[in-house]
């Protein structure tokens, strides 16, 4: 009974986690100052190089890329371009350059980081019974909840923006790496291993090319995750298609939020198109 | 002084070992242990010396040990207790770095479901061995090419594996493994499958090859033909123990206990030769498009004088002599059918060798094997004798 009883008085989980953040704040403050810094620098120039591009040629390179990637088809390269003069037209682009500049940041980290922990997952066990809960918390976790250690390390703006992107984002990366890799048929793993493969050797001769399908797979997820986040991390000061999206919500402008959302819409499918159609061509080049 | 030399060597799996060993003392079966100790026994005590140049044969029911032990001699699975000598050089416990040199230098290994890299093209099959030693791209090229030639493949060298039949896709197995130039090569079922043509020549290959070069082989097969074909000497594994090794002469006139009498028996009854395994490939004319002339050509190309004539079906119709065809040519006429002759002698491709030889030898003509109306091969009477000769079979039979 007495048991039953202490059960009503809470536990102090919230305090606690506050404490260990106000820790971590704390010691690596320096380092955050630093990454939000140069963080934010480096974004900006990326993003005023890519809208000091004019928007034809802009769109005309997208249009080529998606020509040659859909194997020489038009269709994405024609919905690209008309995408793109529509939201031109809209006077977003500006804000599409820095969603571009977020997602591309946001994966990139994402997947740098993704495919060493997938590799080492793929092969050690324990490694692979620790992360898995971690990588099932992260995704089941909604997006928001990272803003507020993202807000705690690095203030608001566009690198606290990337930094929730990335724990969002990065869980496909490693699982499906890790997936990819598990899933190499062992005949083949012997054959490398009897003619004497190093761990290394093994890896990039055997086991990544022969995972790249799957490994391609967990890749154009995680975009498209990082490019859900765009419009949770607005909410935090990342500029782009997203703050759009808010403001718009913040003073109940519906057209203003659709043609927002819609230039978003838009992007997304360029982007999904565009990596699955380079996962395709791969794997077919090279069977 | 054996090439490869192997004492007391254990392979249990799974974790509880000791006990496994103890019960195996106690003459326990298999299944028995499993079910006690969640542990398999793969290889119990085998000491075995396999000699430079021989062709070494491993035999035995499902089961029985043969893949772990040839795994245990490149080390691909970690020996529970035993010395395992390459050379004499004890590999038990080598170091990461110094087995991959012993794997790169000693032994190059051809699989049964031939494990070729899917993403890369038979020439690069082909150089892996050397690739993964540091051979420069040039010098590895040429070899692996020099490997291929001699398969025959040369011109597939930029295919991919998934473009090749299974008989071509074995063969570059067998490319790589000869690419790399190391003097010992395992083979685990390499042939197994195989179809039975294909497995023929692939067998007659690796004599061949053999002949020429004096490589140490090690080679796991069901078959007993096989085994008896190939093998210079012959080890027979039965739940994990090695009952007997010797020549075939020896084992089939002198069997070690009743085990090995009645596998013997068990295979061969199953085994016994057929005009499948002494069939070759026929040489075929279509009648339904093809004239005289085309018949004379092949004929002279291939040095026969008897084409066997088929449908677009491959259904067999009966044959045609040259002479017929040469006539036939003169006279200006252009379909074979008026000279196809019926009197080729038919088996199956089960019927026993012993039924077939007095069929062969009171025909003028080959012996057509054809299965369901299509034609699968032809029996000469020359190939039909040494492989009975060779095969050493009727000593059992006639016991
Ligand atoms: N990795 C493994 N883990 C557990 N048991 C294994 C493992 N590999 C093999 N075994 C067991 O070891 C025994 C010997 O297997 P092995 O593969 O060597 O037989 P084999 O003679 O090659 O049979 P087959 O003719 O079917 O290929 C079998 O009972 C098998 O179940
Ligand atoms: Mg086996």
Avoid: C
Wanted: neutral net charge; glycine residues 6%.
């Amino acid at each position: 009974m007495s048991k039953l009883l202490n059960l009503a008085t809470p536990i102090p989980v919230a305090e606690n986690v506050e404490k260990l953040m106000d820790i971590v704040t704390d010691t690596f403050s320096s380092q955050f100052r630093f990454i939000q810094n140069n963080g934010a620098d480096l974004m900006d120039f990326v993003t005023s190089t890519l809208t000091s591009i004019p928007p034809y040629v802009f769109m005309l390179i997208v249009a080529v890329l998606a020509f040659f990637a859909t194997g020489k088809k038009f269709g994405l390269a024609i919905f690209s371009i008309l995408g793109l003069l529509f939201i031109l037209n809209q006077g977003l682009w500006d804000q599409l350059m820095n969603t571009f500049t977020l997602v591309m940041f946001s994966s990139l980290i994402a997947i740098i980081i993704g495919i060493p922990l997938g590799i080492l997952m793929s092969k050690s066990k324990v490694v692979e019974e620790i992360l898995k809960p971690i990588l099932d918390f992260m995704q089941t976790m909604p997006g928001f909840v990272y803003l507020i250690p993202a807000v705690a390390f690095f203030g608001i703006g566009v690198v606290p923006g990337v930094f929730a992107s990335v724990i969002f984002a990065l869980p496909p990366t490693v699982r499906f790496t890790n997936l990819g890799i598990r899933q190499v048929p062992k005949h083949l793993i012997e054959a490398a291993d009897s003619y004497g493969s190093t761990f290394t050797q093994k890896l990039l001769k055997v086991e990544l090319p022969l995972s790249k399908a799957t490994i391609m797979a967990g890749i154009n997820q995680t975009v498209l995750l990082s490019l859900s986040m765009v419009v949770i991390a607005s909410m935090i000061g990342a500029p782009g298609l997203g703050r759009e999206v808010l403001s718009a919500l913040q003073r109940a402008q519906i057209g203003n939020g659709f043609v927002a959302g819609i230039s978003l819409v838009i992007f997304a499918i360029i982007v999904d198109r565009l990596t699955q159609s380079l996962n395709k061509d791969k794997s077919n080049g090279g069977k | 002084m054996g090439k490869i030399k192997i004492e007391r060597v254990t392979k249990v799996f799974g974790k509880n070992t000791s006990q496994a060993l103890k019960l195996v003392k106690q003459e326990k079966s298999k299944e028995q242990i499993l079910k006690e100790t969640n542990a398999t026994v793969g290889v119990y005590e085998a000491s075995l010396t396999i000699e430079e140049g021989e062709i070494f044969v491993i035999m035995g029911l499902s089961g029985s040990g043969k893949s772990t032990l040839i795994r245990l001699l490149n080390r691909l699975i970690q020996p529970t207790s035993g010395d395992i000598y390459i050379d004499n050089q004890n590999i038990t416990n080598l170091n990461k770095k110094s087995l991959q040199i012993v794997r790169r230098e000693k032994m190059s290994m051809v699989f049964q479901n031939f494990a070729l890299f899917p993403q890369r093209t038979i020439l690069q099959n082909a150089e892996y061995g050397l690739e993964i030693r540091g051979i420069p791209k040039e010098e590895r090229r040429l070899k692996a090419e020099k490997a291929l030639q001699n398969a025959g493949l040369l011109s597939y060298k930029d295919q991919y594996p998934d473009q090749l039949s299974g008989g071509m896709q074995q063969r570059v197995g067998l490319a790589r493994a000869l690419a790399n130039d190391t003097e010992i090569i395992l083979m685990d079922e390499a042939f197994s499958a195989l179809d039975p043509l294909i497995r023929k020549e692939m067998q007659d290959e690796l004599l061949e090859l053999q002949a020429n070069l004096q490589k140490t082989i090690v080679f796991i097969t069901h078959d007993l033909n096989e085994a008896l074909r190939i093998g210079d000497r012959i080890a027979i594994m039965k739940d994990g123990k090695i009952i007997q090794v010797g020549t075939g002469e020896e084992i089939l006139t002198n069997p070690a206990n009743e085990y090995v009498r009645s596998f013997l028996e068990d295979v061969d009854r199953s085994k016994v030769l057929t005009a499948e395994n002494a069939m070759i490939r026929p040489m075929t004319i279509q009648i339904d498009h093809e004239g005289p002339k085309v018949a004379l050509q092949r004929m002279k190309e291939d040095k026969v004088s008897v084409l066997l004539a088929v449908d677009k079906a491959r259904k067999y119709l009966g044959y045609i002599t040259a002479n017929d065809a040469l006539n036939l040519a003169k006279s200006g006429e252009k379909s074979l059918k008026s000279i196809l002759r019926n009197d080729m002698p038919i088996v199956e491709p089960s019927t026993v060798i012993q039924e077939i030889l007095s069929v062969i030898s009171d025909s003028p003509t080959p012996v057509a094997v054809v299965e369901e109306g299509k034609l699968r091969g032809v029996l000469i009477r020359g190939v039909v004798l040494e492989s009975l000769a060779s095969e050493k079979n009727g000593g059992v039979d006639n016991e």
